[in-house]
């Protein structure tokens, strides 16, 4: 099944941020992060923590009138955006970056949105 990004507005897109943003913002993220130790926050908790935001962010946006499609929307272009950066990057670099992510993959941030996504669609 596909999601089309069909006629997403800046607005569409805009929301899916500041929704994600303002999750982390209300449910303390960098408060936990503190509290949790640096390293293990960092390395473990916090891509949880975005999955988190990526989900109430999504909700948020789309509470308020914006198209739910616009979050995966966000993360195809952050994808590919990120791919170019990182294709640019010497090899040890990349292999440093890639290990030491504070996010999940965008990959898997948009396997973890469709559900969510399709079914705010049809709702």
């Given at each position: ?17 500041l929704?994600?943003?303002m ?31 990526d989900?109430?962010?999504l ?14 929307f966000?993360?195809?272009?952050a ?10 990057m ?34």
């Amino acid at each position: 099944e596909t999601i089309s990004y069909k006629d997403l507005t800046k607005s569409d897109l805009i929301a899916a941020v500041l929704g994600h943003e303002m999750i982390h913002a209300d449910a303390r993220h960098q408060g936990y992060t503190l509290e949790r130790g640096i390293f293990l926050a960092l390395i473990r908790d916090r891509r949880e923590l975005e999955l988190e935001a990526d989900k109430y962010g999504l909700q948020l946006a789309a509470k308020n009138g914006f198209r739910p499609e616009a979050s995966l929307f966000f993360l195809e272009v952050a994808k590919i955006e990120l791919g170019k950066q990182l294709n640019s990057m010497p090899t040890s670099v990349k292999k440093r970056l890639m290990n030491s992510r504070t996010h999940p993959t965008c990959t898997n941030r948009q396997l973890a949105l469709f559900e969510p996504v399709k079914a705010l669609i049809k709702s």
